[in-house]
């Protein structure tokens, strides 16, 4: 079962608050939509039809039951009690409030080893990779942190 | 006869809403503000920009709908849905009344 370590929960926690406070500026008008939008999107917050769309990442489409229920407590404690499994390996939420948002992504989250980073289609992402090793190279490159 | 009305999706929960002629916003289609001409329609856009701008709503514009027996529906498929609610699931948009 994935689970990723110190590092990415720190980077997790780093990115976190970050977006809170990208949230609570968009929210007081000190950020504008056009400043908030690629913002949110590297969060895995969109705006669709409805209402805010929150998509959180399922490495290797796997779920433990602890995850499972902690995904469905945030269903029912920050959504309509439901969420969507996409053929995406991801779940989203399609009713969640934008100040609450941070408190998911903060609070609940973590606690399961998940997260929202970069489940946007604008952001850097890698999903369903079949290609050469040339192009694997690249990727890798691209993808992983150096110190 | 064919109207105008402003459209936006609410901040703070993203939902979807229409400016009133009291200036507030209601997510009901049938209490938004109708502009039958040009200025009107400019002086409720204007009055959207200034909300987004106060960060109340997001992305306002002018949607065209008709109105009859007392009801407001829009001309866009897309706009209709978007003052239904969601087409599936239709106990838990706003159809339900469960907002």
Redesign the interface.
Known sequence: MYRYDEFDHAFVQERVTQFSDQVRR????ELT?EQFKPLRLMNGLY??????MLRVAIPYGTLSARQLRKLAHIARRYD?G?GHFTTRQNIQYN?P???ETPAILRMQLPLVWMACISTSASSRRISGVSSSFGQLYWMFWRVVKWP | MIYRALTANRLDDGRVVYLTHQGSWTEWLNEAALAGDDDRAEAILARGQAEAAAARVVEPYLIEVVEGDGLVAPLRYREAIRARGPSVRLDLGKQAGAN
Do not use: C, F, M, V
């Open positions: 968009r929210l007081s008008g939509e705006l669709q039809l409805h209402a805010y309509k439901y009713w409030k934008l100040e």
